[in-house]
């Protein structure tokens, strides 16, 4: 196939994008580099920059693209709870002129990056797809009004679309690693405590009603998110709106994480106990039975193999 990947200079979206090239699928990024860096678009890939409200002049009716990948997105949740109108704009605002464009260019396939964030405070654990949606967040709000989106899209106009709500990804894959310039994610934290570009970790809230205290989130690695990408975007049928949660169904603490890191790398890793942050549940797990039973995905990554793909890819980068 030739897709068009959205964001595809990120962290996520690199990653799916050298998963695309290896499986023999042609594709194609565009990105605004907003987020993104240039030289995580694995070798050979045609790359535009550009932001999405352009995306009509790529996404040609000439230019025979099969399928869209959409991971282009603001999505730090402090942010946008600060500037929403931001959030609406670029996150809600481009998916709607990528589906315009999709539908000019009768490109009737997408997998769009959904997120765990839709949930909200889950008041069942593990998540499961049917799970009330309430989200806490500008953000969560984003990206649940766009799977509203792509329900309508599929219903009235038979676009191909698959939702998936990834839950925290973390490791690398291909060499491609995270690299926020705004880091809110805890293992790429920690790792910055053990390269001396951080002094300590801050561990927000020690007395949630967990076995030690600390918040618990479900871990996914990225090499794992990239392959249900590949799957859906294959199997999901005209008229259809999938909507998937990724997981590896196993929950972490905070705790864990840290001894995690501090197991891989053989480094120290200093933590400050603080009190919780406003709005943070006490834990996040996925179901993923669902893409388990309808394609055979299963996460075959587990934290070990995260925190050491990712410190292996940060320490390489450092030595360049
Ligand atoms: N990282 C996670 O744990 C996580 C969890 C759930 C969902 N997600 C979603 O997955 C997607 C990828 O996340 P990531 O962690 O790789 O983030 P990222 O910031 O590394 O990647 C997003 C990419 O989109 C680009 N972009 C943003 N707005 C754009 C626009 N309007 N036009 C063109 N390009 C634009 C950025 O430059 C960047 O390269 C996002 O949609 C995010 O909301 C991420």
Not at 9 to 16: D, F, H, L, M, T
Not at 31 to 57: I, M, Q, W
Not at 68 to 97: C, F, T
């Amino acid at each position: 196939m030739k897709v068009l990947v959205a964001g595809g200079a990120g962290y996520i979206g690199s990653v799916v994008t050298a998963a695309l090239v290896q499986a023999d699928h042609e594709a194609v990024v565009l990105d605004d580099l907003s987020t993104g860096h240039r030289d995580a678009v694995p070798d050979g890939v045609s790359f535009v920059e550009s932001s999405l409200s352009d995306v009509s002049k790529v996404l040609t009716r000439d230019a025979g693209f099969d399928a869209v990948i959409h991971l282009a997105a603001k999505s730090l949740v402090g942010e946008s709870e600060q500037r929403p109108e931001l959030y609406w704009r670029e996150n809600v605002g481009g998916a709607m002129d990528l589906l315009d464009a999709m539908r000019a260019a009768d490109v009737r396939r997408i997998v769009f990056s959904s997120s765990s964030a839709t949930y909200g405070n889950p008041e069942v654990v593990p998540i499961e797809e049917d799970a009330r949606t309430e989200p806490t967040s500008v953000y969560g709000a984003t990206k649940l009004t766009i799977d509203h989106m792509l329900t309508g899209e599929a219903r009235v106009h038979g676009l191909a679309a698959v939702s998936l709500r990834y839950f925290n990804a973390a490791g690398a894959a291909y060499g491609l690693g995270e690299r926020h310039a705004t880091e809110t994610h805890l293992i790429p934290i920690a790792l910055q405590v053990v390269t001396g570009a951080r002094e300590k970790l801050s561990v927000y809230g020690t007395d949630y009603p967990t076995p030690d205290g600390t918040c618990i989130r479900d871990y996914i690695h990225v090499a794992d998110l990239a392959a249900a990408h590949l799957l859906t975007l294959e199997v999901v049928q005209p008229g259809e709106h999938r909507i998937y949660n990724l997981g590896s169904g196993s929950g972490y603490s905070v705790r864990d994480v840290v001894a995690a890191v501090r197991e891989v790398t053989g480094h120290p890793v200093p933590v400050e106990d603080g009190p919780r942050r406003p709005g943070d549940p006490a834990k996040l797990v996925a179901s993923s039975a669902r893409i388990a039973q309808d394609v055979g995905w299963a996460a075959r990554h587990g934290l070990t193999d995260m925190v050491s793909d990712a410190y292996e890819v940060l320490t390489a980068r450092l030595l360049n």
